[in-house]
């Protein structure tokens, strides 16, 4: 909620993990761990450790959409980029919190757009992960979007055959 404290959102993780010890909490996307950062004035990594300390075990991946900076800046130029994403469930990582991947596609990206965001996950989280002991990476998520209106609103609609040809690649 945009008008919440950061600390109502400790207090909610901390309440959850209070009544529901042997369940996993998972929340926060990258673009709410980047507003949590602003309006509390602490630092990625500060942000994430309090997080954790508070209950979060795990984080979406929702946020990724297409890494690709001109397809980015078409499709969802209020959000964070590519890179801030990336740097955050790396630091999510260093912290022990597991993370989702997710790719949108469908719109304006291309097939090189789409390897290219592949790629990039494989390098910078999965095998950096990897390297450092253990998979940090938790599942990746290819969904396609359709338009809904002329308005260019989108909804996900799920392409199982395009679907397919992703997850193997990843």
């Not at 942000?47 to 969802?76: Q, S, T, W, Y």
């Not at 590519?82 to 790719?103: D, S, V």
Request: charged share 30%; aromatic share 8%.
């Amino acid at each position: 909620h945009p008008t919440k404290p950061f600390s109502f959102y400790i207090e909610a993780l901390t309440a959850l993990k209070q009544a529901f010890p042997d369940k996993t909490l998972k929340g926060f996307t990258a673009v709410e761990i980047d507003f949590f950062s602003s309006i509390s004035g602490l630092s990625v990594d500060e942000v994430l450790k309090k997080l954790k300390h508070a209950g979060l075990e795990m984080m979406p991946g929702g946020g990724a959409e297409i890494f690709a900076p001109d397809v980015r800046n078409v499709i969802c130029p209020e959000k964070i980029s590519a890179e801030r994403w990336l740097e955050i469930h790396e630091t999510a990582h260093k912290n022990g919190i597991l993370t989702n991947a997710t790719m949108l596609y469908g719109h304006i990206e291309k097939d090189e757009h789409k390897m290219a965001h592949l790629e990039t996950l494989r390098k910078r989280i999965t095998f950096k992960s990897h390297c450092e002991g253990e998979y940090k990476l938790d599942d990746y998520h290819p969904a396609s979007i359709k338009r809904a209106d002329r308005e260019k609103k989108y909804r996900v609609d799920e392409k199982e055959s395009e679907n397919r040809k992703l997850v193997p690649v990843w």
